[in-house]
């Protein structure tokens, strides 16, 4: 939908400059092909765009840059500078492919466009002015998208309140390690933990008590954490889960164990444990371990914890 939209875009720039000026016969019949041309590939990605593979952008933004390249050397005649529409295909690829893919684009229409000032019409300026009118514009806008974009990206994963991964982050997570444990036959266990008695901690002393008490879990929890791929979460709001791949049931025991041992004095927690057993998906694994931890709790019922 979004590459659609960029094509749509681009079709629309090139149409409206048509009527503005007194083109020449050859100039004018360019415009019109790159911006039928531009139109067609907007028409074909909201046909079958969610079909298509990821890869495929790739084509879109080549495709564009060389468009982009086209109309520029068909207008510069007439000092309508369309090179500008480079930035918005800069700044599709920054957003929706690979850094290192959307740099090699941006190298690239970066080279179109300084072949086509060197061999092709001239602008009213020198040509190295408006090579860096451009293109220092789309360094300098790439610097702030990649900026945005990582923000945003954080934002998205962790939560606000622990700074561990959030619930999102943890589903993505749990279902890489499945496919990984899948094609590697390594074991894959989930630890889920929910405190007891949070509800009335929160109740009796307020929000704040039991915001500090979960900050105060999430950093001891840090320390069980291992090197070797480990995830700890907070997946609800006094939820936490921890996702060990190549840990088996007795590794996973091992390390809710710890967890219960780093808890501070007067908390308690339920804890439960279910290790992948190679034919359920992510949903009922952590479902699994989801029925350990109320049966747990189950038999804790009455315990109350004590603000940290």
Known sequence: MVAAFL???????????????????????????????????????????PSLPAWSLNVDVGLGNLLVTVAAGAAVSRHVNLANLYLLVVLFSLLYLPLRAALGHLAGAGAAYAVLLGVGPRPAEPAVVAWLA?????????????????????????????????????????????????????PLSVIVVDLDGFKMLNDTFGHPAGDRLLCDLASRWRTVVRNSGDLLARIGGDEFALLAPGTDETGSHRLARRLSETLPQGVRASIGTATWDRTENASDLLRRADRAMYHNKRRRRGDTPRPA
């Open 134 to 186: 451009v293109f220092g514009a789309a360094v300098v806008l790439g610097v702030v998208v990649l900026g945005l974009v990582s923000v945003l990206r954080v934002s998205a994963r962790e939560d606000h309140l622990t700074g561990l991964a959030n619930r999102r982050h943890w589903d993505e997570r749990l279902g890489e390690e499945l496919e990984r444990a899948r094609r590697s036959h390594a």
């Open 7 to 49: 094509w749509a875009a681009g079709a629309g720039a090139v149409a409206l400059v048509l009527p503005l000026r007194a083109w020449s016969s050859s100039a004018f019949s360019v415009l019109v092909i790159v911006a039928g041309l531009a139109g067609a590939c907007a028409a074909l990605r909201l046909a079958v765009g």
